[in-house]
């Protein structure tokens, strides 16, 4: 239930996430996320801007609290909580600033959703970016625990884009391997760069392909521990028959005791603290992304019919996502 | 202080600011603000879009709490906390939404401030629009009543906009009359058109120049007994011959016993629930639209050497933003 001072926090929360916003794309994050104090000399070279100009922006995160400094000329420190302003700045910029074309041509995605559709597209990297920032905590955490748990020496992860979460996996399993399979050639780039930066890159197979595609040729998915699929399986269930083909080929080329683990949504969710964010999240997949989410049920469903044994479902801290375990 | 249940709401104001501004832009706030309950049919009629489409946003914003419907086919009434919702989302649409091209380009306004500014403006429909949401609680509570408890005969509103500001005063006081100037050819029409509407045009004048040219042609400010200049000054004092012409030109055409009121924003507010905004506020004005904000005693000596001879500054509801009452 919102409170009665969620007006009072409401500028902190902009602002914040405003700031954060300017940071990514000043190219300040890696500093933010290094974990040590960095100097201003540093954020210089970072962001490629002069010193005068950059310390403008390192005084305003300073004010904000974003930043501490111990001394005028003193080296800066992110604040403790900067992993939690991050994940709070993560819905606001998800909402408002990756959705941008469907807000602005809102009307015309209402009227005409194909057209809307092909002329007005999201920014792959804010869509990239803002996702990240509400999975650190929104989702990440649970699915990490639930893979991990399971200590699966070979995972295969669908819709991986840029690999982070198969990436931090194999530094988890030192002795697993990997399949990251993604529709963007971008992505896959990046998360074969990724890999060898982590030096995973040994244990790690990048496959630039459609999920859909794995129902003709389902060779990635071969002798998989655990399949997963984080925010991929909505799109795909659009279509039914090839849905149930995918989920099909998972099943039959799952390892003995292996599971298909999906992170997805659910729609309109109508418990406090879920609602608002679960009803924007339904309406803008609906509306401007021609993507009707299963319920809870018609999720589980789906895997039953597939074959799986056993599925449960959890509900993840994003508002309206859900982590289903669907068990050969 | 940013409290540890913060990131529980961070969500809720993300989607319901997203849905405000989805439903702005399809011409839904007439229908939010009328105060009455409201037909699917008048939606799809305000909105232009088709029946079932409407629809789909009424479905979302029902889900998130904003609005509320009796029954699955009944009309529906705007949530009692509509006027907070609002104003939370104020603050993410103006600074997410309203300064987009200062987020989008914030390293090119770092590098090459003039440039930038020249290349990618603000949406000033969005500006205004984000403004008022903040206002409404914010800033025009205070400001309204400052000057009604006034009673001023005769108000000059420098930067007047739309006439919003003036409009509500007019309508306050039934015998008082109005003098909007705006630099804005667009705003001062709609001001023409909301003075009509609101059948205040025989008291109001409304004149389509600078604040800068206040200083050789000062008759608009005539017999004023209130001068009131909301966020306008802040760009005026840049240049501070200019400013000292007007705030002199302001105090010489004040009537006897009048006063200037001047709402505006002072520089990186140091308390908790003010320096986010504050802070970024500041920031945004200095890096990307070239303003210096004043300090506090800065303003304060800005009005005494212009001659005023009583001078009181009053924290409003918008972090960062002051009330200065300047009398002659």
């Known amino acids: 239930m919102i409170s009665s001072d969620v007006s009072d926090i409401a500028?902190?929360?902009a602002a914040n996430a405003t700031l954060l916003e300017i940071a990514e794309n000043v190219g300040l994050s890696p500093l933010l996320d290094r974990g040590t104090p960095f100097t201003l000399a540093e954020a210089t070279t970072a962001t490629g801007v002069p010193e005068d100009r950059a310390a403008l922006l390192l005084r305003a995160m300073s004010a904000a609290g974003l930043l501490e400094r111990d001394a005028e000329t003193g080296p800066f420190t992110p604040c403790a909580e900067?992993?939690?302003r991050?994940?709070?700045a993560g819905y606001l910029?998800?909402?408002l600033s990756a959705n941008r074309p469907y807000i602005d041509h809102a009307e015309r995605f209402l009227r005409e959703p194909d057209a809307a559709g092909r002329q007005h597209q999201r920014d792959g990297r804010r869509v990239a970016v803002s996702s990240r920032w509400i999975g650190s905590r929104g989702f990440y955490?649970?699915?990490?625990s639930e893979i991990i748990s399971r200590k699966p020496r070979h995972i295969v992860d669908l819709g991986s884009g840029a690999g982070a979460l198969l990436i931090r996996l194999l530094t988890e399993l030192p002795t697993s391997t990997g399949v990251a399979l993604d529709l963007s050639a971008g992505a896959c780039e990046e998360a074969e760069r990724a890999g060898r930066h982590a030096q995973v890159d040994d244990r790690l197979t990048v496959v630039n392909r459609s999920v859909e595609t794995l129902v003709d040729d389902p060779?990635?998915?071969?002798?998989?521990d655990i399949i997963h699929a984080g925010f991929v399986m909505h799109d795909v269930a659009q279509h039914p028959e090839v849905f149930a083909g995918v989920l099909r080929a998972c099943r039959e080329h799952l390892a003995d005791g292996g599971c298909l683990v999906v992170t997805d949504a659910v729609p309109y969710v109508d418990r406090p603290g879920e609602r608002a964010f679960s009803a924007l999240f339904s309406y803008l997949h609906e509306s401007s992304m021609d993507v009707r989410l299963p319920t809870e049920d018609?999720?589980?469903e789906h895997f039953r019919q597939a074959g799986f044994s056993e599925v449960t479902s959890t509900a993840l801290g994003m508002p309206g996502s859900r982590l289903f375990v669907a068990t050969r």
Chains 1, 2 share one sequence.
Not at 141 to 144: E, I, Q, S
Not at 219 to 224: H, I, K, M, R, Y
């Open 11 to 13: 500028a902190d929360l």
């Open 82 to 84: 900067l992993a939690d």
């Open 86 to 88: 991050r994940y709070e």
């Open 93 to 95: 910029s998800w909402s």
């Open 141 to 144: 955490p649970g699915v990490l």
């Open 219 to 224: 060779a990635p998915l071969d002798g998989a």
């Open 298 to 300: 018609r999720w589980c």
